[in-house]
């Protein structure tokens, strides 16, 4: 399929993501209170916070710190199907272990999930180490946006007039983004951190002004449908740009649905995806940027470090379609134009993740 490449795709990146606000980090400077008392204040809002995959996390790090053991561990685990009600169990099962077991519990936290701990109001030695930041001090939470000045924005979009992209005012624009995300498989690995991706991608989305539309645990046909439907969004005519972004298990060709197995696969083709949003079935989104984001593997070769994306099978690849053109009756236009994809893994190589989120999407957030 057309992509872009030499001078087109430069002036892409500069005319798109010049004008796109970057994320500066911050780190928490609040002096760090260890005490099962300061747990107990913060016990509710843990409850009311933890996300199931830093709860499974954090078991896991008790156990093996040997805060409680594997009987109390299973009485968590099963005394509750809510997440609410396991994080309640955890929580009160570690306060009465002394200070010691809730500093550990505490550590844990911030090493696990940094907005979290903010949330909560923790800050440790333990985590600016893991992150080995710098900064300046800042009150701003992680993963504050800062935005191009306004008089920087209108210099650069008159002075590139003709080169760039144009990007609508504020007030004048409807900026749609989709986020496809599948956790739980029927016969594949669940995939552990996903929560984190979504939360993350969502956050800098939306301070992006993009209105975020979130799907998870999609079958390849199901998936198909919700794209048809997005791309058909008359919303899309009053916007300068969107956003796609997967997040599954995948193969070299697509990415994978809830039900796939090497018997019966449930792939999704990345084709389909760019055939779905090219100019002759999505006019609403014609000359401005779509930009996809792939967090999946794309084949079995692995390394030597976290969770894999992959799954064991591989499909077959579909033949290449011939290039295309369409006619307008002025100008021929390429039928796939103004795409920018951005994979998690090369070709024939898997993705990366841990229990605090994809590699990828983590790396993403931080230094768009």
């Known amino acids: 399929m057309p992509c872009l490449t030499g001078r087109a795709c430069l002036l892409f990146a500069v005319s798109f993501f010049f004008f796109f606000p970057y994320l500066i980090r911050r780190e928490l400077r609040q002096p760090w209170l260890v005490s099962d008392k300061r747990l107990k204040e913060k016990r509710k809002l843990f409850v009311d916070s933890v996300s199931e995959d830093t709860l499974h996390s954090l078991l896991d790090d008790v156990l093996h710190e040997k805060v409680l053991n594997q009987e109390e561990i299973e009485k968590v685990k099963k005394g509750n199907i809510a997440v609410t009600g396991k994080a309640r169990d955890l929580i009160d099962s570690v306060i009465p272990k002394g200070s010691r077991a809730c500093q550990v519990f505490i550590d844990h936290i911030c090493q696990r999930d940094s907005t979290l701990a903010y949330k909560l109001g923790?800050?440790?030695?333990?985590?600016?180490?893991?992150?080995?930041?710098?900064?300046?001090?800042?009150?701003?939470?992680?993963?504050?946006?800062?935005?191009?000045?306004?008089?920087?924005?209108?210099?650069?979009?008159?002075?590139?007039?003709?080169?760039?992209?144009?990007?609508?005012?504020?007030?004048?624009?409807?900026?749609?983004?989709?986020?496809?995300?599948?956790?739980?498989?029927?016969?594949?690995?669940?995939?552990?951190?996903?929560?984190?991706?979504?939360?993350?991608?969502?956050?800098?989305?939306?301070?992006?002004?993009?209105?975020?539309?979130?799907?998870?645990?999609l079958t390849a046909k199901a998936t198909e449908k919700v794209l048809r439907t997005f791309a058909s969004w008359?919303?899309?005519?009053?916007?300068?740009?969107?956003?796609?972004?997967?997040?599954?298990?995948?193969?070299?060709?697509?990415?994978?649905?809830?039900?796939?197995?090497?018997?019966?696969?449930?792939?999704?083709?990345?084709?389909?995806?760019?055939?779905?949003?090219?100019?002759?079935?999505?006019?609403?989104?014609?000359?401005?940027?779509?930009?996809?984001?792939?967090?999946?593997?794309?084949?079995?070769?692995?390394?030597?470090?976290?969770?894999?994306?992959?799954?064991?099978?591989?499909?077959?690849?579909?033949?290449?379609?011939?290039?295309?053109?369409?006619?307008?009756?002025?100008?021929?236009?390429?039928?796939?134009?103004?795409?920018?994809?951005?994979?998690s893994s090369t070709p024939h190589n898997v993705s990366w993740r841990s229990p605090k989120g994809s590699f990828f999407i983590t790396k993403l957030i931080d230094y768009v």
């Open 122 to 217: 923790f800050s440790s030695e333990t985590l600016a180490k893991t992150h080995a930041r710098t900064d300046v001090p800042s009150a701003e939470p992680p993963g504050t946006l800062k935005l191009c000045p306004r008089e920087n924005f209108l210099k650069l979009r008159r002075t590139a007039a003709g080169k760039i992209y144009p990007i609508r005012e504020k007030g004048d624009r409807t900026r749609m983004a989709l986020i496809i995300c599948n956790t739980e498989f029927d016969h594949l690995p669940r995939r552990n951190g996903s929560t984190h991706d979504i939360k993350g991608m969502k956050g800098v989305l939306e301070a992006l002004d993009y209105r975020v539309d979130v799907k998870e645990n």
């Open 234 to 343: 008359p919303e899309h005519r009053n916007s300068d740009s969107t956003f796609l972004v997967f997040m599954s298990h995948g193969v070299l060709d697509g990415f994978c649905g809830v039900e796939h197995q090497d018997e019966k696969p449930d792939v999704l083709p990345y084709d389909t995806v760019f055939q779905i949003f090219n100019n002759c079935n999505c006019s609403h989104l014609k000359d401005k940027p779509k930009v996809i984001i792939i967090q999946a593997c794309r084949g079995a070769n692995s390394g030597e470090a976290w969770v894999s994306d992959s799954q064991a099978g591989s499909v077959k690849s579909p033949s290449q379609s011939p290039l295309n053109l369409t006619h307008d009756g002025v100008n021929k236009t390429h039928v796939e134009k103004d795409f920018v994809a951005f994979y």
